[in-house]
């Protein structure tokens, strides 16, 4: 009995199908190693396809590259165009010696059953804009990704970095309403994301930048809350373990959260960039550091490192200044580089519960010598991923979708699924 429970324990504590490929929707062959070609195309593996969705031959914004950066679908629930319309952020930014020529920051939309694509907002006063999310109430979250703002936003002229704005739409392809949502605090945004009880996290897109949690008085009201940050209860070398989320000021958040943040003493990561939460964990990309952090939600978070160069070394690529995080389909990790070449990786689950993910994957490669992959998103289509290509060196600035090639009886069973709905089930009891 004794030798049978032993081996049920060592079972149990080794990782679950570490060396298996992965299932599902998008199931996939690795490919070999990181692109030595130049190319105007991703490196994918067999049985997929790639195919531009818009570049700047059908919506040119700026003067130059228009840097595609993060993108979203329309998710809301309900209706008869749910996933229907791609938005993205432009993360182009101003020339300190020459403001007056800047047009300001800008957000995009395509309508991926015509092929449409148009300017939804743009402001003189925004700069950088990057994070863009959906929320569970239908409207849309952007921020900018500003370390000293050079353009001052008129409701708030003193804010040092950047800012949140939340945008109400009509008609899925016009703005009713952008407004300044200040608490969420100011900083360098890029990633933004949601938890089941309307909470906000954001980060500080720095080189010593902090994790936030963004609390709000009424769910779905996001003008007035409390601005927490991630602290470690003791500080490690790895900077992991169990942390606590410090309430700062509001006052002092709304002109710089990261000075708020370094007047208590919160723990700061290399560059923080994107967060995706995939049910009770939040992942947070560190590209300075090469490595995605999880950290489990709730009243005691845990850090721990989920991924790391030593997972994702192979013989002919290496996990480097990983930038943006998808939720796949399956409930894998999907990251993109900010990096030449810019590779995309996906990360298995934590099945055997030690903080890591028990396999890590290469599934694309890019190199056109001067452009990154960027805003890697799954949206109705389970079988589909989007990605931008930004600041490429032809300066056409592109949105690339990526798909399986499937067969009769694949699109037979459907290509939308329960499990792909951003917002999980425990979001409903909000509505």
């Known amino acids: 009995m004794k030798l049978i429970s032993a081996t049920i324990a060592a079972l ?3 990782p679950v199908f570490a060396d298996a490929l992965p299932e599902g929707p998008m199931a996939f062959e690795p490919i070999d190693g990181e692109t030595t070609v130049i190319s105007s195309e991703w490196k994918i593996p067999a049985g997929y396809s790639q195919r531009v969705v818009s570049d700047e031959s059908r919506l040119d914004i700026y003067t130059g590259a228009d840097w595609n950066d993060m993108n979203t679908v329309n998710e809301d629930k309900d209706d008869k165009h749910t996933g229907r319309y791609l938005y993205r952020t432009h993360e182009v930014r101003p020339d300190a010696s020459n403001l007056a020529a800047f047009t300001g920051g800008a957000v995009s939309v395509v309508d991926l059953k ?13 700069e950088a804009i990057d994070g863009i999310v959906w929320t569970p109430w239908n409207t849309m979250l952007v921020g900018e990704e500003t370390g000293s703002a050079l353009l001052a936003d008129p409701e708030l002229p003193n804010a040092k970095h950047g800012l949140v704005y939340e945008i109400s739409l009509r008609d899925h392809t016009k703005v009713k309403s952008v ?3 200040p608490m969420i605090g100011s900083m360098a945004h890029e990633g933004i994301e949601l938890d089941g009880d309307g909470n906000v996290y954001v980060i500080d897109e720095y080189a010593e930048g902090g994790i936030y949690k963004f609390v709000p008085e009424v769910y779905g009201d996001l003008s007035k809350g409390d601005l927490y940050v991630l602290m470690l209860d003791t500080a490690t070398a790895d900077k992991t373990g169990p942390a606590s989320w410090v309430k700062l000021d509001r006052d002092a958040v709304q002109i710089s959260a990261r000075d708020a943040a370094a007047a208590v003493g919160a723990t700061t990561y290399g560059r923080p960039e994107d967060l995706e939460r995939i049910g009770n964990t939040l992942y947070v990309a560190i590209t300075s550091e090469h490595r995605v952090l999880a950290i489990t939600l709730g009243d005691t978070p845990v850090v721990s490192t989920f991924v790391d160069g030593s997972m994702a070394d192979t013989a002919n690529a290496t996990f480097r200044k990983v930038d943006n995080l998808a939720s796949g389909p399956d409930g894998r990790l999907w990251m993109v580089e900010d990096n030449k070449p810019s590779d995309i990786w996906v990360a298995d689950a934590d099945t055997n519960l030690d903080g890591a993910s028990d396999q890590v994957r290469l599934f694309a490669s890019f190199n056109d010598g001067a452009a990154e992959g960027t805003g890697i998103y799954f949206g109705n289509d389970p079988h589909t991923l989007f990605v931008n290509v930004q600041h490429s060196a032809d300066n056409n600035d592109r949105t690339v979708a990526i798909s399986r090639d499937l067969d009769d009886e694949d699109h037979h069973h459907g290509k939308r699924h329960d499990k ?6 425990d979001d409903k009891r909000h509505h």
């Open 420 to 425: 792909h709905d951003r917002h999980d089930k």
């Open 12 to 14: 149990l504590a080794a």
């Open 114 to 126: 015509t092929g449409k694509a148009k300017l939804l907002v743009q402001r003189a006063d925004w």
């Open 179 to 181: 407004d300044l949502r």
